[in-house]
């Protein structure tokens, strides 16, 4: 049994060597085989020379180095086309999701037949309030506007197995959203909780802006509710001017001049927000359509001993 485990990294050039040392610790005692699939992300720092050094040093380890930073989504896909593994897993270089889980996940999985899938979960976030508001909203959110499933709190730290690999691959649109192809695949998923660590090193790369973006990616690609929202505020600004005609009928008075004012320059900001979420969705089908690379790989290292 082979287990394929794949590695993001992005600007993590102090943190790649021990998340190695700690994996190769926490791992000494497993049984089955196991490959490391580093994929760097377009580091601005020396991620990629503390990997080659890893790649010297260590046994079963590709690197895969991209031309430019394409995003973490980007570099999880690398690493599903590249694992060659019955079991596939996907943990951060960080050190906050730790490899000591990872190997529990993997017994799980072992142990039960009927799971496809063990995912980690975090039961209790150190975030703040204001994070951790607009996550819950997100998930409150999703969770009534789109036809799949998204459990509060499941990350990307997941084992699974060669099917669910197999099934997310054929799934090849550009702006990836990992989390909702994980849900939109189905298969039997496990749920562990888990308490995410203090980084080794560094700072996180998601800023609010990002995982606002984030988070309106994954909203567009799995619901059309902000389209149905268009038809309904048409139908509210087709009642509000009808009541208005009415209004304007039976009072006659020029308070009605102030009254259109305001409604012509609020059915003109309606008609605005329709026609940004309209361009929203051409813009993801104009990017799909094109049906350029997710990601381009400018070298890739594999150590002396690999074995595919």
Same mark, same amino acid.
């Given at each position: 049994?082979?287990?394929s485990?794949?590695?993001?990294?992005? @600007?993590?050039?102090?943190?790649?060597?021990?998340?190695? +040392?700690?994996?190769?610790k926490?791992?000494k005692?497993?049984?089955?085989?196991?490959?490391?699939?580093f994929? @760097?992300?377009?580091?601005?720092?020396?991620?990629?020379?503390?990997?080659?050094?890893?790649v010297?040093?260590?046994?079963?380890?590709?690197?895969?180095?991209?031309?430019?930073?394409?995003?973490?989504?980007?570099?999880?896909?690398?690493?599903l086309?590249?694992? +060659?593994?019955?079991?596939?897993?996907?943990i951060? !270089?960080?050190?906050?999701?730790?490899?000591?889980?990872?190997?529990?996940?993997?017994?799980?999985?072992?142990?039960?037949?009927d799971?496809?899938?063990?995912? *980690?979960?975090?039961?209790?976030?150190r975030?703040?309030?204001?994070?951790?508001?607009?996550k819950?909203?997100?998930y409150?959110?999703?969770?009534?506007i +789109?036809?799949?499933?998204?459990?509060?709190?499941?990350?990307?730290?997941?084992?699974?197995?060669?099917?669910v690999?197999?099934a997310?691959?054929?799934?090849?649109?550009?702006?990836r959203?990992?989390?909702?192809?994980?849900? $939109?695949?189905?298969?039997n998923?496990?749920?562990?909780?888990?308490? !995410?660590?203090?980084?080794?090193?560094?700072?996180?790369?998601?800023?609010?802006?990002?995982?606002?973006? $984030? !988070?309106?990616t994954?909203?567009?690609?799995?619901?059309?509710?902000p389209?149905?929202? *268009?038809?309904?505020?048409?139908?509210?600004?087709?009642?509000? *001017?009808?009541? $208005?005609?009415?209004? !304007?009928?039976?009072?006659?008075v020029?308070?009605?001049?102030m009254?259109?004012?305001?409604?012509?320059?609020?059915?003109?900001?309606?008609?605005?927000?329709v026609?940004?979420?309209? +361009?929203?969705?051409i813009?993801?089908?104009?990017?799909?359509?094109?049906?350029?690379q997710?990601?381009?790989?400018?070298?890739i290292?594999?150590?002396?001993?690999?074995?595919?």
């Amino acid at each position: 049994m082979k287990l394929s485990v794949i590695i993001p990294c992005y @600007n993590e050039e102090k943190n790649v060597g021990l998340f190695h +040392s700690e994996f190769c610790k926490d791992f000494k005692k497993y049984k089955g085989e196991y490959e490391l699939i580093f994929v @760097n992300d377009g580091s601005k720092d020396k991620t990629v020379e503390e990997l080659k050094k890893i790649v010297d040093k260590g046994k079963n380890i590709k690197v895969v180095s991209f031309s430019r930073n394409f995003g973490k989504e980007a570099a999880m896909y690398a690493g599903l086309r590249e694992a +060659s593994g019955d079991f596939v897993s996907i943990i951060d !270089a960080d050190l906050q999701q730790r490899p000591s889980v990872l190997l529990d996940m993997v017994n799980i999985l072992e142990e039960n037949d009927d799971y496809d899938c063990v995912c *980690a979960y975090q039961d209790v976030r150190r975030e703040g309030f204001v994070l951790s508001f607009f996550k819950n909203c997100f998930y409150k959110l999703i969770n009534k506007i +789109s036809d799949v499933n998204f459990v509060r709190g499941a990350s990307d730290f997941r084992v699974f197995r060669k099917s669910v690999k197999d099934a997310m691959i054929e799934m090849h649109e550009t702006h990836r959203f990992t989390k909702g192809i994980f849900a $939109y695949v189905g298969f039997n998923t496990h749920y562990i909780p888990y308490e !995410a660590e203090e980084r080794a090193n560094g700072n996180s790369k998601w800023s609010f802006k990002s995982l606002f973006k $984030y !988070a309106m990616t994954g909203i567009l690609s799995f619901s059309t509710f902000p389209l149905k929202i *268009a038809t309904y505020l048409g139908g509210l600004t087709i009642l509000g *001017a009808f009541i $208005y005609l009415i209004t !304007a009928l039976v009072l006659k008075v020029k308070i009605l001049t102030m009254m259109m004012f305001f409604l012509i320059t609020f059915f003109s900001g309606i008609q605005l927000l329709v026609i940004g979420v309209l +361009s929203q969705y051409i813009s993801l089908m104009y990017d799909e359509i094109k049906n350029r690379q997710i990601y381009i790989a400018k070298e890739i290292f594999i150590s002396k001993n690999y074995k595919k």
